[in-house]
C-alpha cells in the first residue's frame, strides 16, 4: 500500500498543473519573437524582423542599449512601483505608446486590430500606421483607448490633407510625423524571400506557408492584404511589393521643413515628428513648433549606418532640455530598456516589433501578454535600481559611454557619463 501510495502521489505530482500555460507562459519579448517566428512562414518574419542593408543599424539598437547601466540605490523604501508617465499632455499608466506597423496583418491573427484593442484595455496610445492593413475607420471603429496617427509627407498635399482630417475624425489626438522615409530601402531579406503585398505563394516558399496551415486559412478567409488608407486615393497592383508601390505612388523625394510648417498650420492637435537623430534636426523641429520628438532611425529599416537611436538619444535631449516631449524608438525589448530610456530623459518609449510578435503569436492576446511582461519588467527594475515611481528616474540612476554626448566633459542633473 505504501509503494502504490508512493506511486499515485508521484502521478498527482508531475500531472499537476505548473503555472500558467500557452501565451499567458511566455516569459519574455525575446521568447514571443521565437514564437513569432514558429507560427509564420520565413518570408512573413523576416519582413516584421528585417532590416535595411546589412542590418548593423538594426543590431546597435538593441546592443547599445545594453551599453547603458544603471545604477542602483540600496534600503529604499519601494513597496509601491508607480509606472505612471505623463506626456501628450496626459497622464498614462506606462510610458509605452504603440508605435506604428504597417500591413501587420500578414501576420495572421487581425493584425492591427488585435493590438489597438489591447492598447485600449491598457490606456495606453495605439499609433495607426499610414500603411496600414485596416484602414483608419477601420482601427478607430474597435478602439477604446487613445489613437495617434502617423503620416508621410507624401507628394500629394491633398492626399496627406484627407488623411489628416480622416484621422481628426476618427478622434485620434496627435500625429506622428514620419521625417525619415523620402523613399523605401533595400530590405534583403523581403528581396531573398520574394516578399509582396498580398503575399504571393511561389515554388520557393510554398513549403514554407504549407507548414502553417493556420497561418494560411488566415490569409485566405480574410480580405486581401493591402493599403486601405489609399482606397479610392492611391492603390497599388495586387502584386506590387511594399517598396515599389511606395516609392512609384507616394514617396516625395522633395518634402523640406517647409511641409513641415504647412501641417503645423494644418493640424492643431499635438505633432511628434519621428526618424530625428542629430541636433541640427532636432533644433528646426523645434523652431517649426512640434510637441514632441521621437529619436529613431526606423529601427533599422531604412539607412543602414545610422548611429542607433539610444547613442544619438543624449545630445538630442540636451538641445530640447525639456522644452517638448521627448520619446526613445528603437531596440526596447525589455522592462531594463523601458527604465534606462527614462533614465537618460525619455517621457517614454515607442514599440513596435514587439507588439507585431504579440499579433504573430496569439493575436490580441499575445499583445496583451508583450505589455503585461514589459509592465512587470518594468516594475521590477524600479524596484531594484530603488525607484517608487517613474518619473523619479534621472540621470544619476544610469552611466553610458561619454562619446554619446557633443560635449563629453559636461555633467548634469539629466545625464551621467561614463
Known amino acids: 500500500m505504501n509503494s502504490l501510495s508512493s506511486i499515485t502521489e508521484f502521478v498527482k505530482l508531475i500531472t499537476a498543473p505548473s503555472g500558467p500555460r500557452g501565451i499567458a507562459a511566455v516569459p519574455s519579448v525575446a521568447d514571443m519573437r521565437l ?97 496600414s492593413a485596416w484602414s483608419i475607420e477601420e482601427i478607430a471603429d474597435v478602439a477604446t483607448g487613445p489613437l495617434w496617427f502617423q503620416l508621410y509627407l507624401w507628394r500629394s498635399k491633398e492626399m496627406i490633407a484627407n488623411l489628416v482630417a480622416r484621422a481628426k475624425d476618427a478622434g485620434c489626438s ?36 504549407l507548414r502553417r496551415p493556420a497561418w494560411l486559412l488566415d490569409m485566405l478567409q480574410a480580405p486581401p492584404i493591402g493599403f486601405r488608407n489609399f482606397q479610392g486615393i492611391a492603390e497599388g497592383d495586387s502584386a506590387k511589393s511594399h517598396s515599389e508601390f511606395i516609392n512609384t505612388q507616394l514617396a516625395n523625394l522633395s518634402a523640406d521643413w517647409d511641409d513641415l510648417a504647412w501641417l503645423r498650420r ?23 513648433g512640434v510637441d514632441g520628438i521621437i529619436v529613431s532611425n526606423h529601427g533599422g529599416r531604412q539607412l543602414d549606418g ?33 527604465a534606462r530610456a527614462l533614465a537618460l530623459g525619455a517621457n517614454a518609449v515607442t514599440i513596435a516589433r514587439p507588439w507585431v510578435y504579440g499579433v504573430a503569436a496569439s493575436g490580441q492576446r499575445g499583445v496583451e501578454r508583450v505589455m503585461a511582461i514589459l509592465e512587470q519588467e518594468f516594475k521590477q527594475t524600479l524596484a531594484l535600481v530603488g525607484a517608487n515611481s517613474a518619473i523619479e528616474l534621472d540621470g544619476s540612476f544610469a552611466h553610458f559611454p561619454s562619446e554619446w554626448l557633443e560635449n563629453p566633459t559636461r555633467t548634469s542633473d539629466s545625464v551621467s557619463v561614463s
Not at 535595411?52 to 534600503?75: H, Q, Y
Not at 545610422?306 to 526596447?332: C, K
Open 306 to 338: 545610422l548611429p542607433s537611436s539610444v547613442s544619438a538619444f543624449p545630445r538630442i535631449a540636451d538641445a530640447i532640455n525639456g522644452q517638448v516631449d521627448l520619446m526613445l524608438d528603437g531596440g526596447i525589448r525589455t522592462g531594463v530598456d523601458i
Open 35 to 131: 514564437l513569432a517566428k514558429k507560427k509564420n512562414p520565413k518570408m512573413i518574419f523576416d519582413f516584421v524582423d528585417g532590416g535595411a542593408g546589412d542590418e548593423v543599424t538594426l543590431r546597435a539598437n538593441e546592443a547599445d542599449l545594453a551599453r547603458v547601466v544603471l545604477t542602483p540605490r540600496t534600503l529604499v523604501d519601494v513597496k509601491q512601483q508607480d509606472t505612471t508617465a505623463h506626456f501628450a499632455g496626459e497622464k498614462f499608466p506606462l510610458p509605452i505608446v504603440l508605435g506604428p506597423a504597417g500591413l501587420v496583418r500578414v501576420v495572421g491573427n487581425g493584425g492591427e486590430l488585435g493590438a489597438v484593442k489591447a492598447a485600449g484595455a491598457r490606456g495606453i496610445p495605439y499609433t495607426i500606421s499610414t500603411s
Open 266 to 288: 494644418t493640424w492643431d492637435g499635438a505633432l511628434y515628428i519621428k526618424g530625428i537623430t542629430t541636433v541640427e534636426d532636432t533644433r528646426r523641429a523645434l523652431s517649426a
Open 174 to 209: 496627435a500625429i506622428v510625423l514620419t521625417v525619415d522615409v523620402p523613399l523605401n530601402a533595400n530590405r534583403i531579406r523581403d528581396l531573398r524571400n520574394g516578399m509582396s503585398i498580398p503575399p504571393r505563394l511561389s515554388i520557393r516558399n510554398a513549403y514554407e506557408a
